[in-house]
């Protein structure tokens, strides 16, 4: 799907009636949710969207998410409750019984499987150090 750009007197009309929003397309609904300048009162109406990458996109918004402390935990929250990547899945998963290094590991690798790591009998000491420094 290719991103629509719009500007800020393309929001225009749904300023005047919010409701609309909802009845355009995907695509449409997305370029709003992702455009910069949307006010939080149109965001709140994508949060009904029957899309559930518009909903998520306006959740995200900073301007839905408030102060940017507030914005940073969101973002955080969302990569801890994703699925892990091929690529980390596969050393997760590996790491169960085999010493994996822990650069073999992405940043967004939830600490709660980097635990089964420290349980592996055969994790060589200084792989189990760099997995506690992660913490």
């Known amino acids: ?10 929001l225009q009309i749904f300023l005047e009636t919010p409701e609309e929003l909802l009845t355009e397309s995907e695509e449409m609904q997305i370029a709003v949710a992702s455009f910069a300048d949307t006010p939080r009162s149109l965001l709140e109406i994508l ?35 994703l699925d892990l990547g091929q690529n980390d899945r596969l050393a997760v998963e590996l790491m169960r019984f ?17 635990i089964q790591g420290l349980q592996n009998e055969y994790m060589p000491l200084r792989y189990r150090l760099q997995l506690l420094e992660r913490f």
Do not use: K
């Open 98 to 114: 085999a010493p994996v290094a822990p650069c073999f590991l992405s940043e967004w690798v939830p600490q709660r499987r980097l």
């Open 1 to 10: 799907m290719q991103l629509l750009q719009i500007s800020a007197s393309d």
């Open 47 to 81: 949060l009904n969207s029957d899309y559930s990458a518009v909903v998520e996109a306006a959740r995200l918004h900073v301007n839905f998410a408030g102060t940017l402390e507030d914005y940073q935990e969101t973002i955080a929250e969302v990569l801890r409750n």
